[in-house]
């Protein structure tokens, strides 16, 4: 049963692409470091075999508008799909997982290439399509109409419009959840500040904190405090093996939880499937500790599998994190 009295329990806003992941042959490629990074070396001029491709739909709208819907709240997914091939391919599957599609229609889907894992880690090469192309004649605001938003990474007139649709969320109130990447920080700074002003929850990673307050400091409580001063009410941080951490205006403390250790199989969707737990819970009413449980768990099934819904908890998922026993510290930032 939703949990409140209006059409829809939440709306993502972000992309939708079609996800093919890539495996070859490790001994065509080689792991260099260069230039301070890791890289995957291909030899120039070589034809590479591909052992197996796999095909998924993802993108940040999407990932996380599933996430929702099997936790068990009324979703809509509000982006732009193509009128193709990959656009009916991403329609079915929100269909098939009772996410309602309240966005438009564009040329040629978003599209990314995932190559093979090293390290826990991969490379991923994502063609955005129409997925920059959402404006505001596009939109219907008679369908916003949900106790939350939860907005990820958009470039372009979508940035636009999504900034639109945040202030009209203000205006309805309707909470924000809000998840920034590292190129929108590094690229739209002043904009991001002032789209998190009066959101409710921030989510995003270490590094992309550290971009946002100009600060590279490791100190995860300097950069809690420093991010706090920008308006949002619940910050989570998210720092790899390093667990998350969050803070809450509401009760001024720091609650940091470290993951489970489990076998990686792949980690694209890692943090769509980490933020949607969290807010699903704190929207379930669940306490800061809970839903940072929740949201870990339901990132440790999903690096378990390959793509980024396959492996998404559903309802049970609340009860497993009742009875997690991992610890959660509480300090008074």
Known sequence: MAPFGNKYDIITIGSA??????????????????????DIAYPLGAKILIKELKFFIGGGGTNTAVA??????????????????????????????????????????GYSVILD??????????????NDDLSRNDIDFKNIDSKWIYASSMLKESLIT???????????????????????????????????KNI???????????????????????????????????????????????????????YSAKPAKVKVVETTGAGDAFASGFVASIIMGKDISSSLKLGMLNAESLISGLGAKTKLLDTRAFVMAERDHRQVLQKKL
Do not use: M, W
């Open 162 to 196: 999504q900034e639109k649709i945040i202030q009209y969320a203000k205006r309805k109130n309707i909470s924000v959840a809000y998840n920034p990447s590292i190129y929108l920080i590094n690229t739209n700074k002043s904009k991001i500040k002032r789209i998190i």
């Open 17 to 38: 692409t079609v996800d093919v992941f890539v495996h070859t042959d490790p001994t065509q490629s080689e792991v260099l470091r260069i230039h301070k990074h890791v």
């Open 68 to 109: 929702f819907s099997r936790l068990g709240l009324k979703t809509a997914y509000l982006g732009k799909i193509g009128k193709d091939d990959n656009g009916k391919t991403i329609l079915e599957c929100l269909f098939k997982e009772h996410v309602t599609f309240i966005g438009a229609y564009g040329d040629i889907s």
């Open 200 to 254: 409710e929850i921030l989510i995003f990673n270490k590094e992309e904190a550290q971009a946002l307050v100009s600060d590279n400091t490791d100190n995860i409580f300097n950069l809690l405090f420093e991010v706090s001063k920008l308006g949002p009410k619940i910050i989570v941080i998210t720092d790899g093996h390093n667990g998350a951490h969050c803070y809450n205006s509401y009760d001024e403390y720091v």
């Open 117 to 130: 894992s090293v390290h826990d880690d991969r490379t991923i090469f994502t063609y955005k399509g129409c």
